[in-house]
Nanobody, 122 residues
Framework: QVRLVESGGGLLQAGGSLRLSCAAS????????MGWFRQAPGKQREFVAAITRSGGGTYYADSVKGRFTISRDNAKNTVYLQMNNLQPEDTAVYYC???????????????WGQGTQVTVSS
């Protein structure tokens, strides 16, 4: 079992920045690829970013490439999502997930956090 707890969401104006954190406990964190997904009201959950077990590989959705950065600290069992130049269309609940592979589909991930709300006003 892996327990994931996200934090760092909030309300901010367009152009601002936030850093989300996801603290993991349970199965050895370094054995898990990690991903961030988001879900806006009335929409399906969508891929945002993923990182391999070692942190050597990162992947991003086109919509966030160049604005968001995923990273991990295996010593702290934590994965981060640095979000810059946030826009109203980034408004969603953001979820972190743990799995065996750093894929873009939710199906690659076995464990999910409860989510943290990010709201960007124009």
């Amino acid at each position: 079992q892996v327990r994931l707890v996200e934090s760092g969401g909030g309300l901010l104006q367009a152009g601002g920045s936030l850093r989300l954190s996801c603290a993991a406990s349970g199965r050895t964190f370094s054995m898990s690829a990690m991903g961030w997904f988001r879900q806006a009201p009335g929409k399906q959950r969508e891929f945002v970013a993923a990182i391999t077990r070692s942190g050597g590989g990162t992947y991003y959705a086109d919509s966030v490439k160049g604005r968001f950065t995923i990273s991990r600290d295996n010593a702290k069992n934590t994965v981060y999502l640095q979000m810059n130049n946030l826009q109203p269309e980034d408004t969603a609940v953001y979820y972190c997930a743990a799995g065996m592979l750093a894929g873009t589909s939710p199906n690659y991930y076995d464990y999910w956090g409860q989510g943290t709300q990010v709201t960007v006003s124009s």
